[in-house]
């Protein structure tokens, strides 16, 4: 059976926090690995954020995650974020350069840590924390070429980064291509797909452009049609998650991180359909 874990982002409104908590409600049973809940571009957000990993490690006892990035803030302020981790019983962080919100390019404060390696560093200095970074099967924008792209991820490796989870791409070659080269350089990373959950193809193609993900005629095609039909764009979106899915387990992977979107109904559906079910509620002696 496949070990999953998901992602979730924060809510901004009444109506999605609501949707949240529906969501938490239909992945608890799954008991996946660990939960991680983003931070809001640039780093905004960091309160709502804080709030849903409360949640989750207090209320809910489900391992949780929380994103760090080094956009928009000092050093200082990011090493009391990574306190505040600790402090409220966050123990695995997952580290990321970030993206400035409208630039072109990423640049760094003067008073800020300028690399994710340099987070990285700056988390396992305070603490003992699991770190998950990122990982692009496919080149990111900034990317400079594959074997520096090789170099940096071992530098977070050395740093202490033990989980790389990829970029959401649906070739899957490119995937098992990207395992076999840090594999073959000896870096100590395991690494994780990325499985975006999605029913909305237009959405998918514009987060696929801000990250350098390439969408094939294939997925398109699975689509088309379908706007005004939602519930047959969720059958569709759970089958090409789970044949994604099963085609990685033949290529020897058994972790799965799922980005979903904050949808409640898919990511059950894809977890069975790849044979994970949930556990059943335990009666009271």
């Known amino acids: 059976m496949p070990r999953i874990s998901f992602e979730v982002f924060p809510p901004r409104t009444p109506e999605g ?4 908590h529906e969501t938490l409600d239909r992945l608890a049973p799954l ?12 780093g905004s957000a960091k309160d709502a954020t804080f709030g849903v990993l409360e949640t989750l490690s207090t209320r809910r006892s489900i391992p949780a995650a929380g ?7 000092t ?18 962080i997952v580290a990321l350069r970030g993206d400035v919100p409208g630039a072109v390019e990423f640049e ?14 700056a988390i396992r200095r305070q603490a003992p924390f699991e770190v998950s970074i990122a990982c692009y099967p496919e080149p990111h924008p900034d990317s400079v070429s594959i074997l520096h792209d090789l170099r940096v991820l071992a530098r977070k490796a050395e740093a202490g980064a033990t989980r790389a989870i990829t970029q959401f791409c649906f070739d ?36 696929a452009g801000r990250c350098g993900t390439s969408i094939p005629a294939w997925l398109g095609d699975r689509f088309a049609g379908l706007d005004n039909d939602p519930q047959t764009r969720t059958l569709v979106g759970a089958i090409v998650a789970a044949e994604q899915v099963d085609r990685l387990r033949r290529d020897g992977f058994e972790d799965f991180h799922f980005y979903t979107l904050n949808q409640g109904d898919l990511a059950p559906a894809v977890c069975r359909l790849v044979g994970v079910r949930p556990v059943p509620e335990r009666s009271a002696a």
């Not at 926090?17 to 949240?20: A, K, P, T």
């Not at 760094?108 to 560093?121: C, K, N």
């Open 172 to 207: 899957t070659d490119a995937i098992a291509q990207l395992r076999d080269r840090i594999h073959g350089a000896d870096i100590p990373l395991t690494v994780v797909p990325g499985i975006l959950l999605t029913t909305d193809f237009a959405a998918t193609v514009r987060m």
């Open 108 to 121: 760094p404060r003067p008073d800020g840590y300028a690399t994710s390696v340099e987070l990285v560093e």
């Open 17 to 20: 926090e609501l949707r949240l």
């Open 75 to 92: 050093r200082a302020e990011i090493d009391t974020e990574i306190t505040r981790y600790w402090n409220i019983g966050i123990r695995h």
């Open 67 to 73: 994103h760090l990035t080094c956009v928009g803030l």
């Open 31 to 42: 008991e996946p690995s660990f939960v991680s809940v983003t931070c809001g571009a640039g």
